[in-house]
């Protein structure tokens, strides 16, 4: 088998190649580049579990970023386990083919309790004391204590948030060498999420995005580099493209309108009580899934979506099917946004009356994606003096909360999700093994990547 590594750069499109990614220009002239058919939904979750099963959401059951938990009635994101993948992986199909094929997971998601040889994947520690402590987790678990004895630990809070940076990929990309050098996998994943940042931040706008190009450009050049001196075949793809957006769609407070949504006050705060809610919406990037109690009321529920804007299509039945969306996971109904929206979780009318999760950084608990996470309020002068004063609260044993995340949806810019009408948005795969293909699904993604490693 050939020793492959495969770097998943996250939003990077043909439109984004230029001056300031010299290096990935570089590569793309040497290197068959391909289009990769959006996965439906364009996000990461979903995207990966095509490329590695080459099966669609109806059959590994990864319908999004989060979903429904209908047995459990609450919204989860970000899920771990590799078991809610319910169909076998590439790595699986290798190790069949040679037994002495080895996989490492570097940070693709789903990393937890999978069948790879070796695995990193985020993890934080959450103290008795309230204080969330950055961390990882990895298979086998004496490679955490190496990685981070030698590398630092990992830098959780540059890898979401606010204070989002190159740290996190450039850990990422030297963790990475780092365990190749170790165990010598035959596959390597690897996931560099820099560019996802800013480009939802700000959009298409090289001026403020240009720096992160040419950041992600040279930490790409670094693992290149490094696996094409082990002789091995290198990929780069990517996920989705981002395309600007400036029209948040309030989801759940139009259903919030008609009466349907469930929602209890505590201590004078509101939260959205997903197992008492009538209907209700999940919200994920220009994708939402709408959870209906009594499927009675599946038409009237979809007549009132369709006369929202925002909204360009409202799925269900057959349509959801054609998809490759007809599992039980999915909403009774799925919306997309038109090309200019995007779906937010909010589910409150008065800001006042906001859960206290809002403010912070809490991906666990908001029933819903919230890309304002990695914002601060730009019209707040004493923002920067706050997040100090909290943070020396913390070092001095204090319990608070980092309450620093602004209400306001509008700040967003970027967004994916749905199928960009230009295919230089679309995500791409980049190989100097040859192929035939200028666009590929991305369940094809599959089988290209396991004909380089096995031919």
């Not at 319910?86 to 290798?94: A, H, I, M, R, T």
């Not at 298409?204 to 075949?233: C, H, P, R």
């Not at 493209?241 to 989801?251: D, K, Q, S």
Request: charged residues 25%; glycine residues 6%.
């Amino acid at each position: 088998m050939n020793k492959t590594v495969v770097i998943n750069v996250v939003g990077l499109t043909k439109r984004l190649l230029g001056a300031h990614t010299p290096f990935l220009t570089t590569f793309l002239a040497a290197s068959k580049q391909q289009f990769i058919q959006p996965a439906f939904p364009a996000v990461t979750c979903t995207a990966q579990s095509n490329y590695l099963t080459g099966k669609l959401p109806t059959n590994h059951g990864i319908v999004g970023n989060g979903w429904y938990f209908k047995e459990e009635c609450e919204v989860k994101f970000w899920r771990q386990s590799n078991k809610l993948v319910q169909v076998p992986k590439l790595w699986d199909e290798l190790k069949k083919t040679n037994p002495n094929f080895t996989c490492a997971n570097m940070f693709w998601w789903y990393n937890m309790y999978s069948t790879v040889d070796f695995s990193v994947t985020p993890r934080p520690n959450y103290l008795a004391d309230g204080r969330k402590i950055p961390d990882i987790y990895s298979h086998p678990a004496e490679l955490r204590d190496t990685l981070q004895n030698q590398l630092g630990t990992f830098p959780l809070f540059n890898f979401w948030g606010p204070k989002t940076s190159i740290k996190s990929s450039q850990w990422i990309a030297d963790a990475t060498i780092k365990t190749d050098q170790l165990h010598n996998p035959t596959l390597t994943l690897v996931y560099l999420p820099h560019l996802d940042y800013n480009i939802q931040r700000y959009g298409l706008d090289f001026s403020k995005i240009g720096k992160d190009l040419s950041e992600i450009d040279t930490v790409v050049k670094q693992l290149v580099s490094y696996y094409e001196a082990q002789q091995a075949s290198v990929v780069i793809l990517s996920e989705y493209g981002i395309t600007n957006v400036n029209n948040p769609v309030h989801i759940n407070r139009y259903l919030r309108k008609k009466g349907w949504l469930g929602i209890r006050v505590e201590r004078g705060l509101e939260l959205l009580d997903a197992g008492a809610s009538e209907v209700f919406a999940v919200a994920d990037h220009q994708i939402a899934h709408v959870y209906i109690k009594n499927k009675e009321q599946l038409e009237v529920v979809a007549d009132y979506l369709k006369k929202i804007d925002g909204i360009e299509q409202v799925l269900l039945g057959k349509e959801k099917e054609t998809l490759g969306m007809a599992h039980e996971r999915a909403g009774d109904i799925v919306l997309v946004a038109d090309s200019k929206s995007w779906f937010t979780y909010y589910f409150w009318e008065d800001d006042a009356k906001a859960p206290d999760y809002a403010r912070m950084v809490d991906i666990h608990k908001k029933p819903g994606y919230d890309p304002v996470e990695m914002l601060t309020d730009p019209k707040d002068p004493f923002v920067v003096p706050k997040i100090v004063g909290k943070l020396l609260k913390k070092k001095l044993g204090f319990r608070t909360v980092m309450d620093v995340i602004p209400l306001k949806a509008e700040l967003i810019k970027g967004s994916h999700g749905r199928v960009p009408e230009d295919r230089d948005d679309w995500p791409i795969f980049m190989s100097k093994n040859a192929f035939k293909e200028t666009v590929i699904s991305s369940t094809q993604v599959y089988s290209q990547l396991k004909q380089i490693v096995t031919h």
